[in-house]
């Protein structure tokens, strides 16, 4: 089908009617559930063939984080979608006032390569809870996740208000042609621009999630094991394409000579002397994002710094391995972009001062993270800086937290979503103001503004104050 017959046939569907009942969407969620439970295995199939993803990476990563937000929403849905009542000012009493969440109509999901899974499904269950259509588009980069949840969404969801588009820059140019009622894009800054100017032309509200470099300030109050140790965990995961993966590290001179070993201890044990052996660590998506990060590496057209860990490639295989680099100044080309791989550059600061004036040098990260113990440095990153998250000892968990908004500011991203904010993504919130006639008491307001009338209005707006 065409995206121009695709979207006509799911704005019939919605404009019948057949998504905005409490059953209808219940089902939806239970069977995207069961769809997620039952094909498990394939579905960590198809992220191993893409990116050579863990069995276990896939399931705590991507395919558990939907599931465990489908029973956040089936567990509070009903409790959500009750109208609220809201007092109403004495001018205009009696009369009842009330916020309504009703279904947008049809949207739109684009999402990007790198945890496909997670970032299609996850915004579909709003979608789906606030009773909308939706036209999914999966990243053309992960092709087997592709492929497999097309076929697994169509066999489980109800097709007339559910779409799969597959494809690439093509058919998401002509998807974006039409109009939807919300468009919900995660990936690059670069194509956030692209979709936030096509939906410009029909007005289309969006949520943006994009990227940036997420830095990790870390000082001598912490336990540096364990920190070496997250963030380890943290920047190789998914070998280090992971929105969310510390970017850069931040600290001073003397705390970075006794990290670098601890990181180093940390990665060996995840995944032993020789990371290529190991089946946990994952591979580069394409040819064109492995030929970019290996030109950051030392001896690369973009290398800078001293590869105190890592460093070697393999091209044929798309292998990068964990690698952590030294003596990185700020205005090299590894800290002009953001990295989305395995590469972990150390710049080193005189304190907490300089490490701030970095981050705010920088454009507004979508996560800040800082290993300290200090209540003081604490207080000092939440209020000096701003990011779409700030954690505390612990890289890219807060996104596993319902109730804590998840996306970005300014260039890292626009609108956040999870638990009940993915609900209010996808949802109008309507006003309903009912006042009853009788008896009038809008008299007051009334023209003419007489004498008479003036003197009452402001005796009675004087006793309202
Ligand atoms: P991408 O922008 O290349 O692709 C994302 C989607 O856009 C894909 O579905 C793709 O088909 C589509 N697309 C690509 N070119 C297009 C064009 N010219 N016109 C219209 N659509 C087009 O992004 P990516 O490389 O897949 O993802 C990497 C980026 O995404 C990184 O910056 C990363 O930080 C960011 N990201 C953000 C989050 C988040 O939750 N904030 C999560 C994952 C990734």
Known sequence: MDPVDTVAALRHAFDTGTTKPYAWRVAQLRALRAMLVEHTPEIEGALHRDLRKHRDEALLTEINLVVSEIDTVLRHLRQWLKPKRTSVPMLIAPATASVVREPLGVVLIIAPWNYPVQLLLDPLVGALAAGNAVVLKPSELAPATSATLTRLVLASLDTDAVAVVEGGADETTELLKQRFDHIFYTGSERVGQIVLKAAAEHLTPVTLELGGKSPVWVDETTDLHVAARRIAWGKFMNAGQTCVAPDYLLATEATAARLVPLIAAATRHFYGADP??????????????????????????????????????????????????????????????????????????????????????????????????????????????????????????????????????????????????????????????????????????????????????????????
């Open 276 to 465: 290529r052996q190991s089946d946990s660590y994952g591979r580069i998506v394409n040819d064109r994002q492995f030929e970019r990060l290996a030109g950051l590496l030392p001896g690369g057209a973009d290398g800078a710094g001293t590869a105190a860990l890592g460093g070697s490639t393999d091209r044929a295989d798309r292998y990068i391995a964990p690698t952590v680099l030294t003596g990185v100044r700020v205005d090299d080309p590894v800290m002009q972009q953001e990295i989305f791989g395995p590469v972990l550059p150390i710049v080193t600061v005189a304190g907490l001062d300089e490490a701030i004036a970095v981050i705010r040098a920088g454009a507004k990260p979508l996560a800040l993270y800082a290993f300290t113990e200090s209540d003081e440095a604490r207080r000092r990153i939440l209020t000096l800086t701003s990011s779409g998250a700030v954690a505390f000892n612990v890289p890219s968990a807060h996104l596993l937290v319902p109730g804590l908004p998840f996306g970005g500011v300014g260039p890292s991203g626009m609108g956040a979503y999870h638990g009940e904010r993915s609900l209010l993504v996808f949802s109008h919130e309507k006003a309903v103001l009912s006042k009853p006639l009788h008896p009038d008491t809008l008299a007051i307001a009334y023209p003419p503004f007489t004498k008479a009338k003036d003197a009452l209005v402001r005796r009675v707006l004087s006793k309202l104050r």
